[in-house]
């Protein structure tokens, strides 16, 4: 197996660190799905760290059973996008979804089956700087995928590795995929949520006592979701421990989009730990609050508490 053409759905933050290392191999076709304005913008370049790379852009019907399909969209994109999905993925096709969350895999194996998903993540430090992307290539820890089940150096994994080998990507294939996802899961919940509602750098964690113990509880309520789905993240503890420093004043994704005005992936997190509480009959307290105070946080990006002094009075009780 020889993988000889890969599109790339969604050339954002983490799109982009895909298109940075591929576009080093001459022997594959490389192409980002895109349609109408979007497809016209895309044919003009992608500015990644300065330079402008100039992948192909495919329809998803120009991109139908290419070998490798990779799904680097946001959450909120992702229901629209599954019929492009459909499209792409032909008879050989293997879809390796890149997208925060534990939950990608499964809403995409219902449109395609769960035969062409290779299980994946992704840990990459990408922010964006006027129309490009920016990361550290040398800092990045990169893609980690792997077989849910035995054999795990399968031909795909393989295939994989092939790809990926001398393009400057980092990657490593692993026996312990699903344990490795919920183990990012956590630390994205974990540090991505509090220091969200609060509008400040992670050094809150340190500085705050209060903040840490918000932080642990959210850990502890997803710890004990994965534990009754038989997920064992002490598993991927020792290989996912290592990360890159980041100064007390960084603003992690869910903060960054706040900031933009944009909405954010909450559903992802705490939404789909609140729903599979309520399957499993685990209280999620920690995690329903900061579900409804980062939406209310959204409405009020939104402009939808922008009240004027002739708005209908309220009365509140005293």
Known sequence: MKIKTVAVLGAGAVGSYVIWGLSNRKDIRLGVIAEGERAERMKKGCIINGITYHPEVWT????????LLLVAL????????????RTITGEHTTV????????SEEIIAKEIGAAHILHALIKVA?????????????????IIFGELTAPYQSER??????????TGLHYRATEYIRE?????????????????VL????????????????????????????????????KADDSSSHGSAVPPSARYSTLQDLD???????????????????????????????????????????????????????????
């Open 199 to 234: 509008g400040a750098g992670v050094g809150c964690y340190r500085d705050s006592m209060h903040m840490k113990e918000i932080s642990n509880k959210l850990r502890e309520e997803l710890e004990a979701i994965a534990a009754a789905k038989g997920i064992d993240i002490r």
């Open 260 to 318: 933009a005005g944009r909405h954010t992936e909450i559903d992802m997190f705490s939404g789909a730990l609140i729903r599979m509480g309520k399957e499993l009959g685990i209280p999620t307290p920690y995690n329903e609050y900061t579900y409804h105070i980062i939406k209310a946080l959204e409405e009020k990006n939104d402009g939808k508490f922008d009240y004027q002094k002739d708005d209908e009075s309220v009365t509140c009780s005293r």
């Open 180 to 196: 490795e996802m919920w183990c990012k899961f956590r630390l994205k919940v974990g540090n991505n949520l509090p220091q969200a």
């Open 96 to 103: 390796m979804s890149l997208m925060n969350g534990v939950d």
């Open 74 to 85: 946001k959450y909120g994109a992702l229901q629209g996008a599954l019929e492009s999905i």
């Open 157 to 166: 994994v393989q295939a994989i590795e092939d790809l990926f080998a001398d």
């Open 126 to 142: 990408s922010h964006k700087e006027g129309h490009g992307y920016c990361f550290n290539p040398e800092t990045t820890i990169g």
């Open 60 to 67: 998803p019907q120009e991109a139908k059973g290419t070998d």
